[in-house]
């Protein structure tokens, strides 16, 4: 009597499993439709894009990773290739693009091997000795950068900013950039990027926007008797409320009379007067608290002619800390005159319809603000991503101290250092070296694409001048012929170069070695958490 076999489940109803070439498909497909969703936007002549969320608020960007954040991704290869852009953006904060597109493109060149029955660990074995032969290869390519090439680091911020919506203001808003860096650079070129501070504006134009050597905070004085603005400013800054703290246990006090009770008030009255009075004694004229002001207090300090704001928040304080000396206090008792920093005015202003502090004219800010105007809000939000990236840029450059010229020329350069490369090669290795090789050369011919001319014959002379050992040959993308980058003051930090092919070379091959996609579906309401088959179509991309 034949036994009916009872199927095997090993995984729970409403599992979906992809294997074998179809999971590394699909997963390439995702991979490479990310990257030619923000591919348009590179480069000077790169175009925006506007993503509308889903409570209808609207980002006009050409911002690799600020596109690829809105987009709300789903698919699980997909969101890997997004995380290159993170990766990119808190390493250097910019090149966040050219990060996605390599690695999309190192994913179309595998998948042509794959077609060719090159096994994926070949593949991911040569695209990790050709990551690290062009990390060699880029490192040779460098050249030296100091803090005081202003000329050269101002190149460098206008790169950083050309192509995106501050473009046309790029000779004012790359002096600023600049000039924040050269302030706030501590020992070793070493620059803490959250030292400067980006306060946006609406109303101006690009060209009012300021860099104010100290802080800019959002709140107002405590009180209109305080004066409004104070010279000479000595500042206490004070990590403890100034009001009567209540008992840690619980306390019943009883009154009998009505004229304990006026004096348990003068006597809270007292407590406030002193607690004033020790501020002021050590000569500080403006008192910046983290906690919460009692009214009197407030009362006693604009008597004493004091400017006083309450509830600053705890960054904020760090960073007037920096930008005046001052020691943040919290303890008054301790409190002296050392503790106060300097500044040469502090100002309350009104912008628009808010009243803001300027603590301004710091002697040697180790902290400052970008004050960033601009006609609209879009506006101001789009200059305030191309000057984290021009910033990101300069920072970078002077902290490993070498820059490469751009328009292309570094990964024409680095291709055919590959290509000699492979030769040395023997097994099918070779094959991958090339193909990261031909990969590299993406960056150029999206640059010639994106300004709408004709890929085949400006890649050609690229690669001519390149082979007649003119290193920084790159593109001219508004007259369409090869020029200098050098010369033409097309400049960029090297690391954004080095990060974005490292970046882009491990998530490639990590793609590439998944041969078994198992998506579970979760709870019942919550629906299967990967596209549904194939790709899982560019619906699951939120697109």
């Not at 000795?129 to 202003?150: H, N, P, R, V």
């Not at 705890?314 to 409190?335: H, R, V, Y």
């Not at 004050?371 to 789009?382: A, K, M, S």
Request: glycine share 8%.
């Amino acid at each position: 009597m034949a036994q009916t076999v009872q199927p095997i489940f090993i995984l729970p109803e409403g599992t979906q499993r992809t294997l074998g070439r179809d999971a590394q498909r699909n997963n390439i497909m995702a991979a490479r439709a990310v990257a030619e969703t923000v591919r348009t936007t590179l480069g000077p002549k790169g175009m925006d894009k506007m993503i509308v969320d889903s409570l209808g608020d609207v980002t006009v960007t050409n911002d690799g990773v600020t596109i690829l954040e809105e987009m709300s991704i789903e698919h699980p290869a997909a969101k890997m290739i997004v995380e290159v852009a993170k990766t990119q953006e808190d390493e250097i904060g910019d090149g966040t693009t050219t990060a996605v597109v390599i690695a999309g493109e190192l994913l179309k060149n595998a998948e042509e091997l794959l077609d060719k029955e090159v096994h994926p660990a070949v593949i991911a074995r040569g695209y990790r000795l050709a990551e690290s032969k062009a990390q060699e290869i880029l490192s040779q390519m460098g050249e030296k950068i100091t803090s005081s090439d202003e000329d050269a680091l101002k190149k460098i911020a206008q790169t950083a900013m050309t192509g995106k919506g501050a473009e046309y203001s790029k000779d004012t808003l790359a002096t600023l950039a600049v000039k924040a860096v050269q302030m706030v650079i501590e020992d070793n070129n070493y620059v803490d990027k959250d030292n400067i501070k980006l306060e946006k504006r609406n109303g101006g134009s690009i060209e009012d926007s300021e860099l104010i050597k100290g802080i800019v905070i959002d709140k107002e004085r405590l009180s209109a008797s305080m004066p409004r603005v104070v010279k000479n400013a000595r500042i206490a800054l004070i990590d403890k409320e100034i009001e009567i703290k209540k008992t840690e246990f619980e306390a019943n006090i009883q009154i009998k009379t009505p004229d304990q009770i006026q004096a348990f008030l003068d006597q809270e009255e007292n407590m406030l007067r002193d607690m004033v009075e020790k501020i002021t004694v050590t000569g500080a004229n403006v008192v910046l608290c983290q906690k919460g002001v009692d009214d009197v207090a407030v009362h006693y300090l604009a008597k004493k002619g004091a400017y006083a704001v309450r509830r600053v928040s705890e960054s904020d304080m760090k960073k007037i800390a920096k930008a005046t000396g001052a020691k943040i206090a919290s303890n008054l008792k301790d409190l002296s005159k050392d503790d106060l920093g300097f500044a040469g005015i502090v100002e309350e202003r009104k912008v628009g319809d808010d009243e803001f502090t300027y603590i301004m004219e710091c002697k040697n800010p180790k902290a400052v603000t970008l004050l960033i105007r601009g006609g609209t809000e879009h506006v101001t939000n789009e200059i305030e991503r191309a000057m984290t990236d021009a910033i990101g840029d300069v920072a970078a450059s002077l902290k490993d101290g070498m820059v490469v010229a751009g328009a292309g020329a570094p990964e024409i350069e680095l291709a055919m250092g590959l290509r000699k490369y492979a030769e040395t090669l023997s097994g099918r290795e070779q094959l991958a070296v090339e193909a990261f090789a031909d990969a590299m050369e993406v960056i150029p011919r999206t640059l010639i694409e994106n300004a709408g001319l004709d890929p085949i014959d400006a890649m050609t002379d690229l690669k001519a001048a390149h082979s007649k050992k003119q290193k920084w040959a790159g593109i001219d993308v508004f007259s369409g012929k090869v020029m200098d980058a050098w010369k033409k003051g097309v400049i960029e930090p090297l690391k954004i170069k080095t990060q974005a092919v490292s970046s882009a070379a491990e998530v490639a091959t990590m793609i590439l070695r998944i041969d078994d996609v198992i998506a579970s579906s979760g709870s019942k309401d919550k629906g299967p958490q990967m596209p549904p088959g194939g790709m899982g179509g560019m619906e699951g991309m939120g697109m």
